[in-house]
């Protein structure tokens, strides 16, 4: 079966089937996962699938920059260290980000050598605002040659 590939000038995070946003065409964060029993596992919470998607998606999401949307950069990984904190019930966000300082060191190393990673940390919060997922994602970024 042949598998699609789609480059990062491509991407639409919004265009994964089950999460939202309040924007209109591309995503913005937070992204948020709606209140569905159809993303509920056999105990009635959402599934642990469903949340690391979210995550993932809010990870990628939340290191991409406008050179890597315009296709000058090439993305890779991620490697995720994930902990479920409780079950999730309800409508679930996702916070995404890096410290300043990581962020700068991954601009930094991608101009001097042309490719880089950087830690993006995800946090999942029930519509209590309690966290239910917390996680780090080590992405992967290389400039493409013209």
């Not at 480059?7 to 994964?16: F, G, H, Q």
Request: charged share 20%; glycine share 10%.
């Amino acid at each position: 079966m042949p598998v699609a590939h789609v480059t990062l000038a491509e991407w639409d995070v919004s265009a994964i089937p089950f999460i939202g946003s309040s924007a209109c065409g591309r995503a913005t964060l937070p992204l948020t996962l709606p209140a569905d029993p159809k993303y509920h596992n056999h105990l009635g919470t959402v599934h642990a699938g469903a949340q690391f998607s979210l995550a993932e998606a809010a990870s990628g999401h939340g290191c991409s920059t406008d050179s890597a949307r315009s296709g000058r950069l090439r993305g890779g990984g991620p490697h995720a260290d994930v902990k479920f904190r409780r079950p999730a019930t309800g409508e679930l966000t996702a916070q995404a980000g890096a410290p300043p300082e990581e962020a700068e060191r991954f601009l930094e190393t991608l101009t001097r050598r042309g490719r880089a990673t950087i830690e993006v940390r995800v946090q999942i919060l029930g519509a209590d605002g309690s966290a239910t997922l917390q996680s780090a994602f080590e992405w992967f970024a290389q400039r493409v040659r013209a």
